[in-house]
């Protein structure tokens, strides 16, 4: 069974730049989560979509943070403009509506 | 506001060695506390508890729950170098939240050969 699949593995960009990361779930998981995991800290919920519905973005920046999840499969998640604070491990997680999460390898961001 | 607490934040041992993690909680809504394995970025699932008292074990790891005290511990027997990883706790809390989990600060564990 193939896992989450995330891209890109690494991606370095300046302040003030936008950047977008690519989710592809394990097939037949309706529930998909993007976390945000600064160093030395555990993983932090951004967004939750049910299918292609959200059903928690309450810690997401929305100001500069969207995430979408056409068709209820693959998402991205896009920040614009980036901060500095945001660089971090964007990890993407699916489920199939259980707890057990299953998670991807994320994307490790770099804002300069 | 809910909070994970991990305990100790950073431990070195040598291969051999017998290990406990601590996770303590204090959540309004309680339904279930997890353990992950994380090296390099994949959190991996090891063990979800939602009883107090019973323990859940796969192999040479162990876990048990005390929802009276609000923590669990992560007992690593015989310890080896693969088993160097951050670990991490988080528990779920049920209802509208079902399915998002709050983790705590992991603990660096390093098996020394």
């Known amino acids: 069974e193939a896992g989450v699949a995330q891209s890109p593995r690494y991606k370095i960009i300046e302040k003030r730049q936008s950047v977008a990361f690519w989710c592809n779930p394990i097939?037949?998981?309706?529930?998909l989560y993007w976390y945000q995991q600064i160093l030395g800290q555990g993983p932090k919920l951004l967004i939750q979509?049910?299918?292609?519905?959200?059903?928690?973005d309450s810690q997401l920046p929305k100001d500069r943070f969207s995430a979408e999840r056409l068709k209820g499969v693959d998402s991205t998640l896009k920040i614009q403009p980036a901060k500095l604070e945001d660089s971090a491990v964007y990890l993407c997680?699916?489920?199939?509506?259980?707890?057990?999460?299953?998670f991807g390898s994320g994307t490790q961001l770099s804002v300069l | 506001e809910d909070k994970v607490v991990q305990s100790p934040l950073s431990l070195v041992v040598h291969e051999g060695d017998t290990v406990t993690l601590n996770c303590s909680y204090e959540?309004?809504?309680?339904?279930?506390l997890l353990w992950y394995k994380q090296e390099k970025k994949a959190p991996t699932f090891l063990f979800m508890l939602?009883?107090?008292?019973i323990e859940k074990k796969s192999g040479r790891l162990s876990s048990i729950l005390d929802k009276k005290e609000l923590f669990s511990i992560l007992n690593i027997t015989a310890t080896q170098t693969g088993d160097s990883a951050v670990y991490l706790c988080?528990?779920?809390?049920?209802?509208?939240?079902?399915?998002?989990?709050?983790f705590g600060q992991g603990t660096i564990l390093t098996v020394h050969p």
């Open positions: 097939s037949g998981h309706a529930t």
């Open positions: 959540v309004t809504n309680f339904r279930s």
């Open positions: 988080a528990f779920n809390a049920g209802g509208t939240s079902y399915g998002k989990l709050t």
């Open positions: 997680a699916s489920s199939l509506g259980q707890v057990e999460l299953f």
């Open positions: 979509f049910q299918n292609n519905g959200v059903v928690d």
């Open positions: 939602t009883s107090s008292g």
